[in-house]
C-alpha cells in the first residue's frame, strides 16, 4: 500500500496546490458579488489591458475566474463548486481533468475558456458532435457574451467566408472533425483570402478520451478525383461469395482478418484467368479480393456499418453513432457496398491528410475534460504531454457496482438480463441498457417486445431523437436501451420517484474492449450523490472472450452451459483481458503515430512552402531557386562517379538540356570546366537569362501567373506524393519482411520519395518556364 500511496502522492500534492487557489477564488465571492453588471462587465476590459501591460494569464487566473463565476450566476444561474473551479485550474495548466458524470464538466470549461480568450489569440472549444457544440455555443456562450467577449459556432454547413467570421471570434465552439478539415482545406486554397483559420492557439477538447484516443486511428482525409473499379469490386465480392471456410479461406478472429488459402489462390487464378495471382502486376487484383473477403468474412451490417438509402453508413464502435459522411479508406468503402448490393461509389483519391494526434499537438496549448482518462494517463503523457487528474465529487458517490454476471451462452447471458430489466420494470425503477453494437440493441429490443415491456430504442438509426429519449430515461418506470452513444455528453436526471425506487439500474450486455467506455456506462447513474447501481452480463460468447479471453476462459465455457458464475475473480479476469486489449490497441495508435510522423515532416515543409508562396507576392527568386536545384541534379546526373577525375558525359548533358529548350543558348564551350559548382552557376545564369528576357515586356503582369503555377505544381506532386506514401505505408511490412524493421525502412524509402518529389517540383516549374511562351497583343 505504501508504494501505492506514493504513486499516488505526487497527483495529492498537485490537488493540495489546487485546492488553495480555489479556496482564493472563493475568497473573492463577496467583492465579487457587490459589483453591478456594468463594473463586471468593464473587468474584461480592465484583464485585456493588464495583458497588454505584461501580466500573464496566470497572474489574471483568480481575480478572472471569480468575475466568470459571478456571472455564470446572473446569467443562467449556475454557481461553480470548489471542485468545478479546481477542475477549471488544471484544464487552463494544459492538462486532463477527470470529473465524474453529472459534476458540471461543462460550467467548469467557461473558467479557462473565458481566461484563455483574454488574450485575444482566440480559443477553440472542441466537442465530439454538432448538437453538443450549437448547445454549448447558445447555453455557456451566454455567460462570455454577457462579459463582453464574442462566441461563434462552427459547423459543416456554414461557407467559407461565415468560418472565418466564426473563427475570429474569442471564443469558437466546433467538432473535431470540422476543425481538423478546415485546417487541411486552409493549407489547400490557392488565394490567401480564402483561409478561415488563424493560428492555432488553445483548444479545450470535451470528452478528450473520446476525440484524442478513440478517434485518433482513423486519419481525417480529403478525398478528390476518382478511380472507377466498381466492376472489379463487383466480381471479386462474387469471387469471395462462393470460397468455402477452411478450404478457400481462413478467418483470424483475433486480428479480425482473411486470408486465401493455397486452394482460394488456385480459385482465384482459374476464376481470374491468371497465371501467378502474387505477381507484380496482378497486385491491384489481390488488393480486391483481400477487400472482398475482409468485408465477408470479418465484417458485419449493423456493428461496424449499416445500410440505410441506398448507401453503407460507418458506426463508429466507440460511441455507436452513424458516422455521416464518412469512409473506410483504401476500398474497403466500395467492398462493403458491393457485398450488399447497394451503388458502388468511385473510390476517390486521396488529396490531404492528417492524424487527430498530429493535428491537436498542432495547438500552442492543449486541455482537456472527460469522465473516464486516467485508465489511459501512460498514452495522454507519451503522445501529448499532459497529465490527467482526477478531481474530487462534489458529494460522495452512492452508486453501487456490483461484480459481473457471467453466463456460459450469449442466449442464457440475454434471457437472465431481460428477465432482471421485467423484475426493475414491474417495481417502476428506471433501467439503461448499454449495448455494444446496433445490432445487439435491435436484438434485445425484440426480446422486450416478446414480454411487451415498453422502452426506447437509442442508437445510431435513430440518434435524431437522443434529446428527447435521454431526457425521459431517468422518469419512473422507463426503459431505455443504447449503445456507446449514451455514455457522452448528455445527463440522465432522475425525478423524486425514481430516486426513491434506487435511481437509475445500468445494465451493460457485455463488456466493451476499453474500460473506459465501460465506466462512462457506469458513469449514467450516480450523478452528484443520486442513488444507483450497475451490473454487466457477460458470456463467453462474447467478442473480447473469444478474441482476448485467456486458456482458462476457454476450459470455463466448456465447463458452463446456462448456470451463472458471479465472481470477483473473474471480473479481475475481464478487467486483465481489457488491459491487454488497451496494450494492443495504444501500439496500434502509437504505431500509427510514427508513421504519421514521417509524413508530419513533410506536411509541414510543404505547407510552409505553399504558405511563402501565398503570403509572398513576388516568388521569382524562389524560381531562380528551383532552376538552380534542376541544373544541379542535371550535372550529377552527368559526371562519372567511377571515374577518378572529374568527367562529364558533355554529349548526354546536352541531349537533356533540350528538355528545357537551353541547346539553343548552351554551346559545349560553356561546358569546358572541371568545377562542379561553377559548372551549375554557368547553366544556371544561362536558363534564367533565356527566361527573365522571355518575360521582361510582362513582368509586372506575370508575378500572379508564377504564383499559381509554382503552386499548382507543388499541389499536385504533394497530392500523387500522398497516394505513394500511402501505398508504400500498405507494403512496407512485406518489402521490409527480411530486415525486421519496417519503420526504418518507411522513414528511409518515404525519405527518398519526397527528395525526388521536391526534385520534380523544380523540374515542373523549370519546364514551364524555359517553354513558357508570351505573346504580345496589340490594343
Known amino acids: ?40 462587465k468593464q473587468k474584461t476590459t480592465e484583464f485585456k489591458q493588464r495583458i497588454a501591460n505584461g501580466e500573464s494569464l496566470d497572474d489574471l487566473l483568480v481575480e478572472a475566474y471569480a468575475v466568470v463565476r459571478e456571472a455564470a450566476y446572473r446569467v443562467i444561474g449556475e454557481f461553480p463548486y470548489k471542485v468545478q473551479l479546481m477542475g477549471g485550474i488544471v484544464l487552463h495548466r494544459g492538462d486532463i481533468a477527470e470529473m465524474k458524470t453529472g459534476e458540471g464538466k461543462t460550467l467548469t470549461s467557461i473558467l479557462p475558456v473565458y481566461l484563455n480568450a483574454l488574450s485575444g489569440k482566440g480559443v477553440h472549444v472542441v466537442t465530439v458532435n454538432e448538437y453538443l457544440a450549437q448547445r454549448d455555443a447558445n447555453w455557456m456562450g451566454e455567460i462570455h457574451r454577457f462579459l463582453g467577449l464574442t462566441v461563434g459556432c462552427n459547423v459543416r454547413a456554414l461557407p467559407a467566408s461565415d468560418k472565418r467570421a466564426v473563427y475570429l471570434c474569442d471564443v469558437t465552439y466546433t467538432t473535431n472533425a470540422e476543425v481538423g478539415f478546415d485546417y487541411l482545406r486552409d493549407n489547400m486554397v490557392t488565394r490567401i483570402e480564402n483561409r478561415v483559420l488563424r493560428p492555432l492557439n488553445f483548444a479545450l477538447v470535451d470528452e478528450v478520451d473520446s476525440i484524442l484516443v478513440d478517434e485518433s486511428r482513423t486519419p481525417l482525409i480529403i478525398s478528390g478525383g476518382a478511380r472507377d473499379g466498381a466492376k472489379l469490386y463487383e466480381q471479386a465480392d ?14 483470424d478472429i483475433k486480428s479480425k482478418t482473411a486470408q486465401l488459402t493455397e486452394g482460394g489462390v488456385e480459385k482465384a487464378e482459374r476464376t481470374f484467368k491468371v497465371n501467378n495471382l502474387y505477381d507484380l502486376e496482378n497486385s491491384s487484383l489481390v488488393h480486391y479480393i483481400n477487400n472482398a473477403l475482409k468485408a465477408n468474412y470479418t465484417m458485419t451490417c449493423d456493428v461496424e456499418y449499416m445500410v440505410d438509402s441506398n448507401q453503407v453508413v460507418i458506426i463508429d464502435q466507440f460511441t455507436g453513432r452513424a458516422m455521416e459522411g464518412r469512409e473506410f479508406s483504401d476500398g474497403l468503402h466500395q467492398a462493403l457496398e458491393a457485398k450488399e448490393g447497394v451503388t458502388i461509389k468511385q473510390e476517390s483519391i486521396t488529396l490531404a ?19 473516464t482518462a486516467k485508465t489511459e494517463e501512460e498514452e495522454f503523457l ?3 504531454n499532459m497529465r490527467v487528474l482526477e478531481i474530487p465529487t462534489n458529494r460522495p458517490v452512492a452508486r453501487v457496482d456490483y461484480a459481473d454476471l457471467v453466463f456460459g451462452t450469449k442466449k442464457a447471458k440475454f434471457e437472465a438480463l431481460i428477465e432482471e430489466v421485467r423484475e426493475l420494470h414491474e417495481k417502476g425503477q428506471p433501467v439503461l441498457v448499454g ?35 435521454i431526457e425521459k430515461a431517468g422518469r419512473k418506470g422507463s426503459v431505455t436501451i443504447a449503445t456507446n452513444m449514451a455514455g457522452r455528453g448528455t445527463d440522465i436526471k432522475l425525478d423524486d420517484e425514481s430516486r426513491a425506487l434506487g435511481g437509475l439500474a445500468v445494465l451493460g450486455s457485455e463488456r466493451h474492449e476499453s474500460r473506459r467506455i465501460d465506466n462512462q456506462l457506469r458513469g449514467r447513474s450516480g450523478r452528484q450523490g443520486d442513488p444507483g447501481f450497475s451490473r454487466f452480463y457477460v458470456s463467453f460468447e462474447d467478442d473480447l472472450m473469444l478474441r482476448h479471453g485467456s486458456e482458462r476462459f476457454e476450459f470455463m465455457f466448456k465447463t458452463l452451459d446456462d448456470t451463472v458464475i458471479e465472481n470477483k475473480t473473474l471480473t479481475k479476469q475481464i478487467g486483465a483481458a481489457q488491459k491487454r486489449v488497451e496494450g494492443v490497441n495504444f501500439d496500434i495508435r502509437k504505431q500509427l503515430l510514427d508513421y504519421d510522423d514521417v509524413l508530419r ?47 562529364l558525359d558533355k554529349e548526354g548533358l546536352m ?33 534564367w537569362g533565356l527566361y527573365d528576357a522571355k518575360i521582361m515586356p510582362v513582368k509586372e503582369q506575370f508575378g500572379r501567373i508564377e504564383r499559381e503555377m509554382v503552386l499548382r505544381m507543388i499541389d499536385r506532386a504533394w497530392v500523387d506524393h500522398i497516394d505513394m506514401m500511402s501505398k508504400l505505408r500498405e507494403g512496407i ?13 518507411y522513414v528511409e524509402e518515404g525519405y527518398e520519395m519526397f527528395e525526388e518529389m521536391q526534385s520534380q517540383i523544380a523540374t515542373d516549374v523549370v519546364t514551364f518556364a524555359t517553354r513558357v511562351k508570351i505573346e504580345h497583343r496589340q490594343g
Open 1 to 40: 500500500m505504501g508504494f501505492l500511496s506514493n504513486l499516488f502522492s505526487g497527483d495529492r500534492k498537485i490537488l493540495k496546490e489546487i485546492e488553495l487557489i480555489a479556496d482564493e477564488i472563493i475568497s473573492l465571492e463577496d467583492a465579487t458579488r457587490a459589483l453591478s453588471d456594468d463594473e463586471l
Open 238 to 251: 462474387k469471387f469471395a461469395k462462393k470460397l468455402s471456410e477452411g478450404a478457400d479461406y481462413v478467418v
Open 353 to 371: 491528410t492528417i492524424t487527430y494526434q498530429n493535428f491537436f499537438r498542432l495547438y500552442e496549448k492543449l486541455a482537456g475534460m472527460t469522465g
Open 382 to 384: 507519451e503522445i501529448y
Open 435 to 469: 449495448t455494444v453494437a446496433v445490432e445487439t440493441s435491435e436484438y434485445l429490443s425484440m426480446m422486450m417486445r416478446q414480454r411487451k415491456i415498453k422502452h426506447e430504442v437509442l442508437n445510431a438509426k435513430n440518434h435524431a431523437r437522443e434529446a428527447t429519449i
Open 601 to 647: 515532416q513533410q506536411r509541414e515543409i510543404m505547407y510552409d512552402q505553399r504558405n511563402f508562396v501565398l503570403e509572398n507576392e513576388d516568388v521569382h527568386a524562389l524560381v531562380k531557386d528551383m532552376v538552380k536545384r534542376v541544373m544541379s541534379d542535371l550535372v550529377s546526373a552527368h559526371i562519372n562517379l567511377e571515374e577518378k577525375e572529374f568527367s
Open 655 to 687: 541531349e537533356s538540356l533540350k528538355a528545357f529548350e537551353l541547346n539553343a543558348v548552351v554551346t559545349e564551350q560553356d561546358l569546358d570546366s572541371n568545377d562542379k559548382a561553377q559548372l551549375v552557376d554557368v547553366l544556371t545564369e544561362k536558363a
Open 733 to 745: 511490412h512485406l518489402r521490409a519482411y527480411a530486415q525486421g524493421k519496417p519503420l526504418q525502412a
